[in-house]
């Protein structure tokens, strides 16, 4: 089972930039994807970005595509989402998230959560 915690949320003017990082503890991660997805009040919550543990395949949400970068430093067990050209849209609970097998952009399917750091654009 993998842990996760999330930090670096905070408060932006929009078209500006944000950087979380997912800090993962587990025994081994060879087989892990990890995943970020937010939440907006009174909305679902929905993927924004994912990368597996080995091989850096990514998969982005299309509403993010061009503006986020999902990476990893295997060094420090962390999972980064550098989120530029923020729109006041963006504005959500952030989610770190992982699971064992491929990437995989509904919720239901990974085990593992963070706590989630609020991420606010204004315009």
């Known amino acids: 089972q993998v842990r996760v915690v999330e930090s670096g949320g905070g408060l932006v003017q929009a078209g500006g930039s944000l950087r979380l990082s997912c800090a993962a503890s587990?025994?081994?991660?060879?087989?892990?994807?990890m995943a970020w997805f937010r939440q907006a009040p009174g909305k679902e919550r929905e993927f924004v970005a994912a990368i597996t543990w080995s091989g850096g395949t990514t998969l982005y949400a299309d509403s993010v595509k061009g503006r986020f970068t999902i990476s990893k430093d295997i060094a420090k067990k962390t999972v980064n989402l550098q989120m530029n050209s923020l729109k006041p849209e963006d504005t959500a609970a952030y989610y770190c998230?992982?699971?064992?097998?491929?990437?995989?952009?509904?919720?239901?399917?990974?085990?593992?959560w963070g706590q989630g750091t609020q991420v606010t654009v204004s315009s």
């Open positions: 587990a025994r081994t991660f060879g087989n892990y994807a």
């Open positions: 998230a992982a699971r064992m097998g491929l990437l995989s952009t509904t919720s239901t399917t990974y085990s593992s």
